[in-house]
């Protein structure tokens, strides 16, 4: 198993320019019950990145290097963890959004 930090915050999460078009316009398709999933969410990875309710896993194919955690029904966020205290959102979608399936 990975070694994370218990230092995450909410200033641990970053996400590139390359991927803030695709979180933006994808944002925008969140219903507010989505947020306050993905928040509560966010929260629970800050205290316990592996927590059972995440689902954290790494990908492989298309997103081979990253990971994904669970906000729960169909609803994912790619993410990398880049150092101990920088988790990078790369996109959050459905499974179909995001690995086609």
């Known amino acids: 198993m990975e070694k994370w930090t218990n230092g995450l915050s909410y200033d ?7 991927f803030s078009e695709t979180i933006k316009e994808t944002d925008e398709k969140l219903t507010p019950a989505e947020i306050r999933r993905f928040r509560e969410r966010r929260d629970l ?4 990145p592996f927590h059972p309710l995440l689902k954290n896993h790494p990908l492989r194919g298309r997103y081979d290097g990253y990971r994904s955690f669970s906000v729960g029904g169909d609803l994912v ?5 880049e150092a101990a ?9 459905t499974h179909h959004e995001l690995y086609g399936s």
């Open 77 to 81: 966020v790619i993410f990398t963890h």
């Open 12 to 18: 641990s999460f970053s996400a590139p320019p390359e």
């Open 45 to 48: 990875f800050i205290r316990n």
């Open 85 to 93: 205290d920088l988790i990078t959102l790369a996109a959050i979608g």
